[in-house]
């Protein structure tokens, strides 16, 4: 079908500036004065100028959140370039985030440190962490298991919410489906040596009716409370102690995709990480100890039935140094391992047929700066209990042929191991899984001017050994490594401003390709367009946030169309305390169907609709 207005205005808006394409990294600071001082610690686990991060990276701070008028995560994620969000509803609903067209399961998420990746399903959860809890937000987009381990073949997504800065507000919330939110958050320095801060949050919904075989009354809502926390003392001028922990409890209904029927799921889940910091001179060492618990309850929503129950949990140990008393030259390493464990009860009357694994890893980096280039390498080991050792690299280059311009180039590979689900579900596991694992390569030009930082990034990735789930010779699913995919990109990003009113557009196009047929990857646009406009007159914000997601295919021959999503936004601060904020979601009403249940029924998300806040900060 053909494009809507905005995909071709993004488009002539893109072209009409430059005849090269656009981005948000701009050069080092020993190239020019004004570059971007933007700092980065997602990408190689030290902090490090964006110019000199080789991958193409986001970083979203709180001001920027606060600029959007964001509810949740998920609604930052939705500005960033690369990304895709597709929930089966609204945000407390079932959602995939896909970078660069990979799987939801092949973008590692991690929270305060925290991985959140689940053992069984291997996705993230995030849809009902608060927007205004966080902190900052980095995306980087392309491979980084040699960095990380399992799960990071299209990136990684790091969530901060830790901060010094003095705060204390309180957040009373209200909008369409009877959704309500009462919120608290405190943060800045306790004593000289001392800083931490505490969010709180209960927000429920009536929500709406998600699928289009359930019966017209229905609605699908939620109800949840989170809590999330993080301390930091620092001993002496070497040695600093952090804990951070979240933790959370959702009732979430949705439709079962065969018949329609309410289902619910309630979810209860915590993390705790304790980190020592040792720094002196330019030797830095952390140590991590982390653990995480998942226990959630699926069943019908009327309790006529018994639920089932999974219950997972991950302790981990991180130890990680970097030495910088080099010229030019920075080496990382350290060691990585963690121990997970599942069981499943309730109606599930067999347990898996194993129910614990481990891993252990080892890694190490060198990062080097001189002049004009950036080389960076990088490589990791990991001994999975489940299917034995496997070593991921990635290799990457970058140079200023101008003050403003910079070529880059990486390469590397990445793996995702395979879940408790695919290994031990009972009598369909197979415990002769191999991880799937990725090829990916990219080249890049960057640069910004007195008007515009931009970017434009070219990229592949081969990816092999899918799991699919699939009948066996006797009609039941088992899984096996059987499928490919491949997905070929181009990413244009650019920030600029007219009048005093901020830009942000990014362009992708992309083609996700199952090898074994050539069709289309399901649920993945070949075209994403995004704007982000903002503007702040005294004490009056206003945000526009335009999306526009090609033509997606679906499981069955089913097809997704293409649609166009613009948000508006508006603050105003009433006094130096005192905060109101408006946004309407979807304005244009648009009907969007993000996935194919049973037959011909699909699964929407909202429609026009609309949120408030009130702000008080002490």
Not at 431 to 441: R, W
Not at 585 to 593: K, M, Q, R
Request: hydrophobic share 35%.
């Amino acid at each position: 079908m053909n494009k809507s207005c905005l995909a071709i205005a993004v488009t002539a808006s893109l072209s009409s500036y430059a005849s090269f394409s656009l981005a948000e990294v701009t050069s080092s600071s020993n190239q020019s004065k004004s570059a971007d001082e933007t700092m980065v610690v997602t990408a190689n686990r030290v902090e490090q100028s964006k110019a000199s991060v080789l991958a193409p990276t986001t970083v979203v701070t709180r001001e920027d959140i606060e600029k959007i008028k964001a509810n949740s995560v998920l609604d930052v994620l939705r500005t960033v370039p690369g990304i895709e969000i597709n929930s089966s509803g609204g945000n407390a609903q079932e959602t995939s985030i896909y970078i660069r067209g990979t799987l939801t399961k092949h973008a590692l998420v991690i929270l305060d440190g925290v991985r959140l990746n689940s053992a069984t399903n291997g996705g993230a959860s995030i849809g009902l962490i608060p927007a205004y809890a966080i902190e900052r937000v980095e995306v980087v987009r392309g491979p980084r298991a040699a960095v990380y381990g399992s799960d990071a073949i299209g990136g990684v997504i790091s969530i901060t919410t830790a901060t010094k800065t003095r705060n204390h507000q309180a957040r009373l919330g209200y909008g369409s489906h009877d959704t309500k939110q009462l919120g608290w958050r405190s943060s800045g320095q306790i004593s000289e040596s001392t800083s931490g801060g505490i969010t709180l949050q209960a927000e429920r919904s009536d929500g709406f009716n998600v699928y289009q075989m359930a019966p017209e009354s229905d609605k699908h809502g939620y109800d949840s409370k989170v809590v999330i926390g993080n301390l930091a003392h620092s001993i002496n001028d070497n040695w600093t102690l952090k804990l951070n922990g979240m933790s959370s409890a959702s009732d979430v209904e949705y439709a079962n995709a065969f018949d329609g029927t309410k289902q619910e799921s309630e979810s209860t889940n915590y993390s705790l990480a304790g980190t020592a910091l040792y720094h002196r001179e330019q030797f830095n060492s952390e140590l991590q100890v982390s653990t995480s618990y998942n226990q959630g309850r699926d069943g019908d929503a009327a309790g006529k039935n018994a639920k089932s129950e999974l219950t997972t949990s991950r302790n981990s140990i991180l130890w990680f140094n970097s030495y910088s008393g080099f010229d030019y030259l920075t080496l990382n390493a350290g060691l990585d391992y963690y121990l997970e464990k599942a069981n499943r009860g309730g109606s599930n009357t067999t347990d898996y047929g194993k129910t614990t694994k481990d891993n252990k890893a080892a890694f190490a980096s060198a990062l080097f700066e001189y002049n004009k280039a950036s080389l960076e390498a990088s490589a990791r080991h990991d001994d999975d209990s489940a299917f034995g050792g496997h070593t991921t690299w990635n290799l990457g280059a970058g140079y200023f042929v101008l003050d403003t311009i910079q070529l880059v180039a990486s390469s590397g590979t990445a793996f995702k191991a395979p879940t408790f689900n695919d290994l031990y579900w009972p009598n369909a596991g197979n415990e002769s899984l191999k991880p799937e694992t990725s090829m990916s390569s990219e080249i890049g030009v960057r640069g910004y001017q007195s008007w515009m930082t931009w970017e434009i990034t070219a990229y592949k990735s081969d990816i092999k050994d899918l799991i699919n789930w699939a009948p066996n010779d006797s009609g039941n699913y088992v899984p096996s490594n059987v499928d490919e995919a491949s997905v070929e990109g181009i990413e244009l990003q650019g920030q600029f401003a007219t009048w005093g009113v901020q830009h942000q557009l990014s362009a992708d196009f992309k083609n996700p390709v199952n090898e074994k047929d050539g069709s289309q990857l399901i649920r993945r646009a070949k075209q994403n367009f995004k704007l982000v406009s903002t503007y702040q007159l005294n004490d009056l914000e206003l945000a526009l946030i335009a999306n526009y997601v090609g033509e997606r295919k679906d499981k069955v021959g089913g097809t997704l169309d293409a649609y166009t999503t613009v948000d508006i936004g508006a603050g105003y601060k009433v006094t130096e305390a005192l905060a109101v904020s408006v946004k309407v979601n979807n304005l244009l009403d648009e009907e969007i169907y993000t996935a194919l249940g049973s037959g011909t029924n699909y699964y929407k998300a909202d429609g026009r609709n609309v949120f408030a806040t009130v702000d008080y900060k002490f």
